[in-house]
């Protein structure tokens, strides 16, 4: 039997258990390491995508805009702006002269 501390800031245990369960254990935290870092990547993705509808002056504005529902623009806040789109809002921007937010790292 030995005891394992734990992946990171992610799990720790110090109960005694097998070199199997050890295993077990780790991936699990690897793979919860994994899910939060994705969940930090979209977050940071959203509020990009919020501060750039924003930016061209909210929802129904871009709606408007790109002739879209303004469903889809809002989806793109919840989700992050696909890059085909961006593309177009960067367009959009450049021609309206609206400086948009800067692009966070790890954003495409």
Known sequence: MQSFVGVGPFCTTLA???TTECAIIENKCLARG???MQKLVMENAKSYASRV???LG???SVA???DSPK????SWRVNGIP???LSHLKLLAWSKRIDLPEQDIGNE
């Not at 469903?71 to 809002?74: E, G």
């Open 64 to 66: 408007k805009e790109i």
């Open 53 to 55: 509808i924003d930016a």
């Open 83 to 85: 890059s085909s789109r």
């Open 71 to 74: 469903s889809t623009v809002h």
């Open 58 to 60: 909210g929802t129904t």
């Open 34 to 36: 994994a899910i939060i």
């Open 16 to 18: 005694p258990m097998s």
